[in-house]
């Protein structure tokens, strides 16, 4: 059974388009996350949703948008695609409350291509 | 903010050998987190930690909060360990916690 799951894994777009990324955990995480991996292979924290709240926006721009239907899925909507959005995108969850020693369990990934 | 700082950005070592990865970082953390991407790209946890040591098989991973550092070792290293090692820094804000991410560590271990 796949913990954390997000389709598509490739997605490959023209510039100006708008896209969504779905991701869905089934480990009853109440805590959920969207990560950015960059060319140079950096991570870097985008979104962090609780019990459907949004926690964390760091500095991403209004082009993004997550959206949490529920706890156990936490879409990304990328309006008005450009080049530089071109990057791996990794979904996570863990749980907010428990002991700091808990982890969090990552997605496989999907990686966009903007055209 | 958070500066993370590992070493080494790139590491070659013999089937065999004993690896250190190095992980600094600027302020209070919560925990410490050491990843694992695999060429194919995917991320697994290794360790989650707040104080002292903690094993895993051939992996060994350490911390010192007082001089915030942390170091992930790897014991017999195998051909199989070759990833990129990443140390992130587990932080609480606003009600919920994040990571900030090093840069990595590319190891190769050679046959």
């Known amino acids: 059974d796949t913990a954390v799951s997000q389709t598509p894994k490739y997605l490959v777009t023209q510039m100006g388009n708008d896209k969504s990324i779905k991701c869905e955990q089934n480990?009853?995480?109440?805590?959920m996350y969207w990560y950015k991996q960059d060319s140079k292979k950096f991570l870097k924290i985008m979104f962090s949703?609780?019990?459907?709240?949004?926690?964390i926006n760091e500095t991403v721009p209004n082009r993004f948008s997550p959206k949490s239907p529920d706890k156990a899925h936490l879409n990304l909507h990328i309006n008005s695609l450009e080049l530089g959005d071109s990057a791996v995108y990794f979904c996570?969850?863990?749980?907010?409350?428990?002991?700091?020693?808990?982890?969090?369990?990552f997605g496989p990934g999907t990686r966009l291509l903007v055209l | 903010k958070n500066e993370v700082e590992q070493s080494p950005q790139n590491l070659t070592a013999q089937e065999g050998e004993f690896i250190t990865i190095n992980c600094s970082y600027s302020?209070?953390?919560?925990?410490l987190h050491w990843l694992q991407q695999h060429p194919g790209g995917g991320i697994v946890s290794l360790f989650m930690?707040?104080?002292g040591k903690k094993k895993h098989g051939r992996l060994i991973a350490t911390i010192n909060i007082q001089e915030k550092h942390s170091s992930l070792h790897i014991t017999a290293s195998h051909p199989r360990d070759s990833a990129v090692y990443i140390c992130?820094?587990?932080?609480?804000?606003?009600?919920?916690?994040?990571?900030?991410f090093g840069k990595g560590t590319h190891l190769i271990i050679q046959p």
């Open positions: 930690l707040s104080s």
């Open positions: 996570a969850s863990s749980w907010r409350d428990r002991a700091p020693q808990e982890t969090q369990y």
């Open positions: 302020v209070g953390i919560s925990a």
């Open positions: 992130a820094v587990k932080w609480w804000r606003g009600g919920a916690d994040g990571l900030t």
């Open positions: 480990l009853g995480h109440d805590t």
């Open positions: 949703y609780n019990n459907k709240e949004l926690i």
